[in-house]
C-alpha cells in the first residue's frame, strides 16, 4: 500500500509477498533466527513484528531516534526474558488469565504477541503487579476494573488497545 493508505488486518494478510533482502548481516540473521525459534515463530514473523515495531516508533521527527534506541533496547531485553527466569508466553490469538492460572505461576510471566489478552474479573492489582512482568506487542489486552490502566501501561510496550472489562 502507498500513498499513506492504511488496510484492515484481513488486506494486511493478503498484501504479504516474499521478499528479497540484500546486504543483510549473516551473524545478525543467524541471531535472529536463533531467537525465533526460541520464540516459536518464522524468522518472517519475526522479521515483521520487528519492522512493525520500528516503523511504529519511528514517527516522523528526528527527535524519535533517540527514544527508539531506548525502546528497541527494552524490546531486545524483553525477548530475552525467558533467560531470566520469567516465562514467556507468546503467539496466541486469544487468551484469557484468571487469578488461579496466575497464582499456580512459581516465576513471573511476560506475555509476547497475543492478539486478545483478557485478565478475569478476579485478577486484583498486587497479583498482577507480582505476577506480570510484562505485556508486549498485543493486538487488545482487556483488564478487570480492578487493575488501575495507567499503572498497568507502565508494564506493556507496543499495544494498540487497551480496555476495561464490562460489568
Known sequence: MGNGETGSAGSEES???QVTIKGVDKELYDKALQLSREMGVTIGELVNMSLRAFLSLADVTSRAVTSIS???SESG???MEGARGVKVISN???LTVTREDLENLDSPV???GIKRLTFSGDVDWELFNSKVNSIVMCDEVILPKTIPKLKALEKMKLIKKVS???G
Open 15 to 17: 498484501e504479504k509477498r
Open 70 to 72: 531506548q525502546i528497541v
Open 77 to 79: 531485553k524483553a525477548f
Open 92 to 94: 496466541v490469538d486469544e
Open 110 to 112: 511476560a506475555f509476547r
Open 164 to 166: 476495561t472489562l464490562s
